[in-house]
Every structure is written in structure tokens, then in C-alpha cells.
């Protein structure tokens, strides 16, 4: 027997009484809607049945424990189970001109940018969070700035949260990078995790901050953390959490504005909750997890 299991889902606020509207590809639902195909073959007979189960139904959307899923990163035991929100920084200057960025700091928020900074901090509006991290880097710092705004508590900045260093790249838009140094332009494109300069390996050394963040992070005391930072090093996070090497650097997306959540359990080892999660870029839509 073979079987296809298919979902739709969204996270959807159900419990706000504001008007919430979708893009036409999206379809708003309050939880999870399963469509199971079972096909059967016996001889030349086929039969294929279909069924939906929602959250009147036996199944659950939650998972019932996760140890073992994941390496733990912190090789120790947390105070308590912790629970994680990233977030990629707004549209930057340096984004919209398609240049190479790294770590400079040179590069700021659009407005659009400051936009989208916005419609995170309303987006995560209901979530209480303990302590807000981000990277010191201008575009970062400007989001985590709007998004904790009007809480106590003072932002921390962490360089092990800095975007990759990519060297002489920097600054140059992509069609310039490409024309004054093809081999190393495509050799960060292509094969990221092999890109070097002068032996020095960039992604590994994000590996390595990413390694070093996650310990920062978890060892704070609390149990729900916000972190705003950048796509590679958010790219380097989500893998080291998930115990995937460099080379699996460009198997994740992450948008600006884009919402990512992780739980942990005590022993310090990951499950993926959400994946850059962006409804509240074309809505009003609140999140509550």
C-alpha cells in the first residue's frame, strides 16, 4: 500500500476579530487540513480512497517528543526547555541594489525595510519574549531595534551573530562581482561551503559563529528569545540546529522579515516549529505559538 499524506496550513489567528486577508494562493485555515490518499493494488485492480482529517479528528499537529532528533548544541542541560523566534532583517539598501553585502556596515534599511520591521513587531505582537538578540550590524540592529521597542529589557548584541565576511566582494553589485572576479563570485554562488580567499573559508567560519550564538542564546536565562540577524548566518543557525554541514547551506530560503521558530528541550537538542513564516508581509495577521 502506498500512502500520500498532503497539508495545507497557514498559521492563522482565529482568534482575532480583525479582517484578515490572504494572497489568492494562500487559503486561510485555523489548523492543519490532512488529505490522505491510500492506493491499494491487487493484480490489475487499483483503488485509491481519499479523506480529510482536521482538528476534530484523532490526529494531532503537535509533536509528542523530539529527543534524539537532533545533536545537542549545548553538550550540557538548559534550566529549562527554550523556545526561539529568528528573524532576517528588513530590505536593506545594499539588497535592493543587488550588492554583495557580508559584514559591512554600510548598508541600511529602506523604508520598505523599516516597513517590514514593523509589520514583525505587530506580527509577534502577543508572543512574550524574555530577551532580544541581534547582531551589532546596522540593518540588523535598526530591525531589532523597531522590534523592541516599548520593552524594558536592552537588546543584546552578539558578533557571533555578524554576517559572513565575504572580502573583497563586498560592496560590489552581483553583475560587477561577476564581471572582476568570476571564480570567486561563482565559487559563492555555486559551492559556498568551498568559497575561500587566501585559505580563509567564510561559510565555515559562520559555522563556527553559529555554533557559538546558539550556546550564547540557550544559556540565557529565560525560555522564550527573540533573534534578529542575517541570511547566512540565519541559514547557518537553522543548519547547525538540525545538524547539517556547510554544504547544506542553500537548502534553506529565509526572506527579509521572514520568521523562524525553534523549540528546545533541556538537553539542548532542536525541532523546527515554523520555517520562514511571512503571512504578516501581506496581512494583518498575528502569530501566537
Not at 146 to 166: G, M, N, Q, T, Y
Amino acid at each position: 500500500m502506498n500512502i500520500i499524506l498532503t497539508t495545507t496550513h497557514l498559521p492563522f489567528n482565529s482568534i482575532s476579530d480583525k479582517p484578515q486577508k490572504f494572497p489568492k494562493f494562500y487559503t486561510p485555515c485555523s489548523c492543519p487540513a490532512f488529505q490522505v490518499q491510500c492506493c491499494s493494488s491487487s493484480g490489475s485492480e487499483l483503488t485509491l480512497t481519499t479523506g480529510t482529517v482536521g482538528k476534530d479528528d484523532s490526529l494531532t499537529g503537535g509533536a509528542y517528543d523530539f529527543s534524539k532528533a537532533t545533536t545537542s548544541l549545548t553538550r550540557k542541560l538548559l534550566s529549562s526547555p527554550k523556545k526561539v523566534t529568528l528573524v532576517r532583517h528588513g530590505l536593506s539598501t545594499w539588497n535592493d541594489e543587488k550588492r554583495v553585502q557580508g559584514s559591512s556596515n554600510l548598508s541600511i534599511l529602506t523604508e520598505t525595510g523599516i516597513m517590514q520591521a514593523e509589520k514583525c513587531k505587530k506580527a509577534l505582537v502577543d508572543i512574550r519574549f524574555d530577551q532580544c538578540f541581534s547582531s551589532p550590524i546596522s540593518r540588523a540592529k535598526t530591525t531589532a531595534e523597531i522590534l523592541w521597542s516599548e520593552r524594558e529589557e536592552p537588546v543584546i548584541f552578539l558578533d557571533s551573530l555578524k554576517e559572513a565576511h565575504l572580502f573583497h566582494l563586498e560592496g560590489m553589485k552581483n553583475v560587477e562581482a561577476m564581471q572582476r572576479y568570476p571564480k570567486d563570485h561563482t565559487a559563492w554562488r555555486e559551492d559556498p561551503s568551498n568559497f575561500n580567499v587566501n585559505g580563509v573559508y567564510p561559510l565555515r567560519q559562520v559555522w563556527d559563529a553559529a555554533s557559538v550564538a546558539w550556546k550564547q542564546i540557550l544559556f540565557t536565562p529565560g525560555e522564550n528569545f527573540l533573534v534578529v540577524t542575517h541570511k547566512s548566518i540565519l541559514r547557518a543557525l537553522i543548519c547547525t540546529a538540525l545538524g547539517l554541514g556547510p554544504e547544506r547551506f542553500r537548502a534553506f530560503d529565509v526572506n527579509n522579515g521572514g520568521i523562524t521558530v525553534f523549540k528546545f528541550n533541556v538537553e539542548g537538542e532542536a525541532m523546527l516549529q515554523s520555517l520562514n513564516m511571512t503571512a504578516h508581509m501581506y496581512t494583518d495577521h498575528t502569530y501566537i505559538y
